[in-house]
Each structure stands twice: as structure tokens, then as C-alpha cells.
């Protein structure tokens, strides 16, 4: 499998940015290669149950001046369900699912702006406090 780029935001805060290779939305557990100024660190193991979601992303920096939208583009083609999600701590995103299930673990969601830095977001469920069909 090749290398991917995440960001791992965890329930309580925390955030590693690194790279896995065996993450997989039905393992309890993955591991993540932490990118730290331009080196990558011994491997840490991560609980999926003890996050937020998983954010896979073009880079790690991302510029911090974008504003994400929270629709499509009109015209845009959207495969799956439109979704609004709130996470606990009021983040919001908006995209589009093709698995979402509130009886399993997690989900995957595709970020409504296709100029953000997040190519796909596997959302943990217990991390949610609503989701909304649009």
C-alpha cells in the first residue's frame, strides 16, 4: 500500500501529521509516521476509537488564510449522500458520503470544496453530535 498522507485528529485535541500505510476504516488501530520539520519520527500506533476523524490531506501545512466552502459548486457532481456533520467540539463540514451508516465506527466524507487541502475524511462516529442530510 502506499504511503498517505493524513492528519489524525484526536477527541481530546490532539494532532499528529504523518504519513500510514495500513489504515483501514474496520481496524481498531493503524499507524502513523509522524512528519515533524521535514523528518519523519519512530512509528506511534493509533486507537481509532479515540479520535475525531482522520483528515487525508494534499499537505500537511495547508494554507491557514483558505476559507472552505460549506456547499458544492454548482453544476459539481456529487456522488452519495450530502451531508453537514458537527462534530462534539462544533466543527462543521459539508460533503458528500457513499457509506454512511450511524451503527458503525466511522465514515467516509468528501469535503464539498475540491480547493481545500482535504482530499477525504474518515469520520469516527462517537465523535459526532449530528449529522444532517442536505
Known sequence: MESAKVVVKYADGRIIKGYTQDFLPTDPTFHVYPFTHG?????????ASNLKAVFFVR?????????????FFEGAKIIGKVLEVTFKDGELIVG????????????????????????IIFVVSQAVSKVRHL
Open 59 to 71: 499537505d500537511f501545512l495547508g494554507d491557514p488564510n483558505f476559507q472552505e466552502r460549506k456547499e
Open 96 to 119: 458528500s458520503s457513499l457509506d454512511y451508516d450511524p451503527e458503525r465506527p466511522g465514515f467516509f466524507i468528501s469535503p464539498a470544496d475540491p480547493k481545500g487541502n482535504n482530499l
Open 39 to 47: 523528518t519523519t519520527t519512530d512509528v506511534v500506533e493509533i486507537l
